[in-house]
Nanobody, 119 residues
């Protein structure tokens, strides 16, 4: 019903910046929350940031002040601007979309994009 396509990952030096994009298509009408998760090798997948349809954002403490999530509703696209990157930010980043107002809640995932931060 919903397809998510990420782009923008790559290799960057510590202190640099990257901008990730996630384009949503399909049955997007009922999506009310979008966000980004990340998973490093050998680690659990963790929630990084979310944004609601009303523009309310939330961030994990480790990225506050460095990452910014935003959205362009006309393009059905969510972005993640990552500044002051650290080696510990290295992970596969996954776009997530939720339909929370249906039962059960639906979650949709992109295939992920790799971000590598060199020291």
């Amino acid at each position: 019903q919903v397809q998510l396509v990420e782009s923008g990952g790559g290799l960057v030096q510590a202190g640099g910046s990257l901008r990730l994009s996630c384009a949503a298509s399909g049955s997007i009408f009922s999506i009310n929350v979008m966000g980004w998760y990340r998973q490093a090798p050998g680690s659990q997948r963790e929630l990084v940031t979310t944004i609601t349809n009303g523009g309310i954002t939330d961030y994990v403490d480790s990225v506050k002040g460095r990452f910014t999530i935003s959205r362009d509703t006309a393009k059905n696209t969510v972005y993640l601007q990552m500044n002051s990157l650290k080696p510990e930010d290295t992970a596969v980043y996954y776009c997530n979309a939720r339909k929370t107002w249906i039962n059960p809640t639906r979650n949709y995932w992109g295939k992920g994009t790799l971000v590598t931060v060199s020291s």
